[in-house]
């Protein structure tokens, strides 16, 4: 998205080498968002499809330096009737980025990725994708 921003740490300096592979596009038909997780155990919405979409990517970040932080991705219908979860209470060690889906998943116009985390404050969500 614009104005988005890399940040990559070292434990050591002068000790990390980090290469970035990226791709401009225009369209339309692309999206991407991200969230904070501010609440714990509430289902918050990182997307709803306004047509019919191909999800490319979801990211799970733990911004917290010390602990670790269960998350739970699910997919619902409109009226947020859960339809399948894309990951379960999966622990997100701190520091970490996980990346939950392994490929594009479809999702209908109307229907939702929703996030949570147990934890207010420690976890963080993107995801990326396009309609169709």
Known sequence: QPS?????????????YATIAYESVTSTAHFGT???????ATDTDLHT??????IES????????????KAR??????????????????IVPA??????IDAPKYLPSGWK??????????LEAMIAGRTI
Not at 34 to 40: E, F, L, R, V
Not at 49 to 54: F, G, K, L, V
Not at 83 to 89: A, E, K, R, V
């Open 4 to 16: 988005d921003t890399l940040r990559l740490q070292a434990q050591v300096a002068n000790s990390l």
């Open 34 to 40: 991200g969230i904070d997780i501010s609440t714990a």
């Open 49 to 54: 499809a306004t047509a019919n979409s191909m």
């Open 58 to 69: 979801i990211l799970l970040i733990n911004d917290d330096g010390v602990n670790d932080v």
């Open 73 to 90: 991705v699910s997919i619902t219908d409109g009226p947020n009737t859960l339809q399948s979860y894309l990951c379960y209470d999966l």
């Open 95 to 100: 520091d970490a980025t996980v990346e939950v």
């Open 113 to 122: 990725i929703r996030v949570q985390s147990n934890q207010a404050n420690r």
